[in-house]
Nanobody, 122 residues
């Protein structure tokens, strides 16, 4: 059983930056990964980025490449999502999730946090 908790969401303006945190209970075990997904009202949950906790390998959705950066601090059991140059299309509830191995679809992830709201105002 893994526990995850997101924090850092809020209301920002177009072009602003925000850093989300995902505190997890996994530690650095085998090949576990932590991913960020987001879900806007009326839309499916969308993959954003994922990082392997041991080796640090990352994968990003095309929509966030060059603007978002996922990173980890294994000493703090925390994964971060640095979001720069935000725009209204980034408005969503952001969730972190964990899985054995890297995957880019929500169905692969068994453990999820409760989510944190990010709103980008124009």
């Amino acid at each position: 059983q893994a526990h995850l908790e997101e924090s850092g969401g809020g209301l920002v303006q177009v072009g602003d930056s925000l850093r989300l945190s995902c505190t997890h209970s996994i530690g650095v075990i085998s090949n576990w990964a932590v991913a960020w997904f987001r879900q806007a009202p009326g839309l499916d949950r969308e993959f954003v980025a994922v990082i392997n906790l041991r080796g640090g390998a990352t994968t990003y959705a095309d929509s966030v490449k060059g603007r978002f950066t996922i990173s980890r601090d294994n000493d703090r059991n925390t994964v971060y999502l640095q979001m720069n140059n935000l725009n209204p299309k980034d408005t969503a509830v952001y969730y972190c999730a964990t899985n054995l191995g890297i995957a880019t679809y929500a169905g692969a992830y068994r453990y999820w946090g409760q989510g944190t709201q990010v709103t980008v105002s124009s």
